[in-house]
């Protein structure tokens, strides 16, 4: 059994006039120690899908159906008592912008004893000790000066650190990392994704990343989710997506990317923007800007089709698929 | 050894709020008389010449002399005596002893029910939200005084003139806390507001915290500054408050005399020619209302990030 699964997730947002569904039945599984990338454009539905998990999406939005199971239990189903008992303790978040994730009036040390006090019975002493074990951890210079000095005393780079060694602090299952870089100065980035892939295979944390950054997808993550207009497109392996993409959107992504053998050459644009919640077109979202879009793909939604490991949600891969086979079989 | 943690004290003298005081003069001369004032208030038992709440002390044929310096001036009451007699150098002191009480205390009272229902209604949001300020709403539609007036006249109406005297402290802490906390709920209320969007918040409520630890040791330190700002300038008003209730005869009863109830004392007596009685009081009351309020604006300037000056 998967250590998380989610299955059919259905999110909305209550608005004037209705629901606006921000995630479309997504499903998908992390085991225990892998790492799972989680791309797409902005509004796609990726930290959604983060705070969901938790079961902390804001008003107006909600869960309106799925499960979210964790080791078994349905973190969707919980009482906020059972929930505050799994969050931060045995799974735990990572924001973007370090500036803003930490209590400006409270000191580092303040901040990582509360964190400890808040789910294991332990004195301020011991939880002083572990919180020093856990920015040593993070390779944060003179851990022991940082535990009484304030957040604005921190460069960013180094806030990022103290906030890993938080995520780390309860030893948790699983870390969501929600694009834990973005914030950063590149040089840093690189530094802080290191680190974070060091830990989590040292500490075998589950790690769900979820970033825009397709190479720090490749580099970090073993499978990967492609997410557009709060739906999975495709899912797999990441070294697969990422050498032999599927669905047009995927592929349109990594065209996009700048290649090293073609300085100077104009890089590929996927036609158009990703649709506004309140105005997804009918069947594949995908639809208005792809360049192989059909009668089919404008009326009705895709299933997921399998090709080698990877799922993908596309009538034109399935349409390929099926070629590919009926080959096969005037061959034999 | 380098002074990494710097201890307290140092951490003050190098900070903003230190260095700002330093270069403000009228902050300086404000505190300067605020503390002489306060600690004179409070030594007052020490420094009087004249206990006024001790009846021995007093005689009736010492009344009315004028401040020294003046014709009929009488060495041994400097700033001369009230009707009854009374030393008022040493009813001023215990005076503002008693107006400096009321004016802390009820905005000790109001920023406790302030910062409660500021923070409930800014950070629950919707029905609470809703009741709360609607409450406050009624309650600032009304004239502060009004309110006050109306429970101090309904206490007053209960309890007896006598008994009322006795507990008229704890009265007047009470009904001009409870008349002024809607200002304080408004401004935590508003910062709150701000507060609960950050990430800081979210990055609590992933980490497990329950709503009250969240409302209380994570955002409420984060607006303290609008309400020390506020409640300096309330303990200003609830001084004032307390005196003109004590001037329309609801507050400190003369036996044991508030700046108001002396200046309401004298007003008696102004037509006749004894205007020190009401005077000097009235000035105490003005220097000590306007020095809490300097130190209120210089405080906004300091804590208010929008409104530093190059």
Redesign the interface.
């Known amino acids: 059994m998967a250590l998380l699964d989610v299955k059919d997730l259905d999110v909305r947002f209550a608005v004037r006039g209705g629901d606006l569904q921000a995630l479309r039945k997504i499903s998908f599984s992390l085991d225990k120690g892998e790492r799972l990338g989680l791309v797409g454009e902005s509004g796609a539905g990726k930290s959604v899908a983060a705070f969901s998990i938790l079961n902390l999406i804001a008003k107006p939005g909600y869960i309106a159906g799925g499960q979210i199971l964790f080791e078994g239990q349905d973190l969707a189903a919980m009482s906020d008592k059972q929930l505050r008992k799994i969050r931060g303790n045995r799974i735990a978040m990572i924001f973007q912008d370090p500036m803003m994730t930490l209590n400006p009036v409270l000191t580092i040390g303040t901040q990582m004893v509360e964190a400890l006090k808040a789910h294991r019975r332990i004195s301020t002493r011991d939880a002083r000790a572990i919180a020093l074990k856990k920015l040593q951890m993070v390779q944060i210079p003179s851990p022991d000066k940082r535990l009484d000095q304030y957040p604005h005393e921190l460069s960013g780079g180094m806030r990022q650190r103290v906030i890993i060694a938080i995520a780390l602090l309860l030893d948790p299952e699983i870390i969501i990392a929600d694009e834990p870089t973005t914030a950063l100065d590149v040089t840093i980035q690189a530094e802080i994704m290191a680190l974070l892939l060091e830990l989590c295979e040292q500490e075998n944390v589950a790690l769900m990343l979820i970033t825009h950054d397709l190479g720090v997808v490749s580099q970090v993550t073993q499978r990967m989710l492609v997410m557009y207009s709060g739906r999975i497109i495709e899912q797999g392996p990441t070294r697969e997506i990422i050498n032999d993409p599927q669905h047009p959107y995927t592929q349109g992504l990594i065209n996009a990317l700048p290649q090293m053998g073609e300085p100077g050459a104009r890089l590929y644009q996927i036609p158009g923007s990703m649709p506004s919640l309140s105005r997804v077109p009918s069947g594949c979202p995908f639809n208005p800007r792809c360049p192989f879009a059909t009668d089919q793909c404008r009326t009705s939604m895709p299933n997921y089709v399998h090709s080698g490991n990877v799922d993908v949600a596309c009538y034109e891969v399935a349409k390929l698929i099926e070629q590919e086979q009926s080959l096969q079989e005037e061959d034999r | 050894m380098s002074a ?2 710097a201890s307290r004290w140092e951490r003050f003298r190098d900070s903003y709020l230190w260095y700002s005081f330093r270069r403000d003069k009228v902050a300086i001369v404000s505190l300067v008389v605020f503390v002489a004032m306060v600690a004179a208030a409070f030594l007052a038992p020490v420094l009087a010449p004249t206990d006024p709440y001790d009846l021995a002390q007093i005689d009736i044929m010492n009344s009315e002399l004028p401040p020294a310096g003046l014709a009929g001036s009488d060495p041994a009451f400097p700033l001369g005596t009230d009707a009854q007699g009374r030393d008022l150098m040493s009813t001023i002191l215990y005076g503002t002893r008693v107006s400096l009480l009321i004016g802390f205390g009820a905005v000790v009272l109001q920023s406790l029910l302030g910062i409660l229902f500021g923070l409930l209604a800014g950070y629950l949001g919707g029905r609470v939200d809703a009741i709360l300020m609607r409450i406050a709403d009624v309650q600032l539609s009304f004239s502060t005084l009004m309110v006050a007036i109306i429970v101090g006249a309904i206490f007053k109406a209960s309890f007896g003139n006598l008994m009322f005297g006795e507990i008229a402290i704890y009265l007047l802490i009470l009904i001009i806390g409870i008349a002024e906390w809607p200002q304080i709920a408004r401004t935590v209320r508003a910062s709150v507001l701000a507060e609960k969007k ?3 918040v ?9 709503t009250p ?1 969240i409302m209380f ?2 955002i409420l ?2 607006t ?1 500054s609008p309400i020390f700002v506020i409640a300096t300038v309330q303990i200003a008003n609830a001084i004032i408050s307390e005196a003109a209730l004590s001037f329309l005869g609801l507050g400190m009863p003369e036996t044991q005399p508030s700046l108001g109830s002396l200046i309401k004392s004298g007003f008696d007596y102004i037509q006749s020619g004894s205007w020190w009685i009401t005077l000097i009081p009235g000035l105490v009351l003005v220097v000590l209302v306007l020095v809490i309020n300097l130190l209120g604006d210089w405080l906004r300037d300091v804590l208010n990030p929008r409104l530093y000056k190059g």
């Not at chain 2, 979210?202 to 329950?210: E, R």
């Open positions: 990494v943690t950050k990430e800081y979210d990055a609590a409520k992933v980490m497990g915290f329950g630890r040791r994570h330190p984060n303290l």
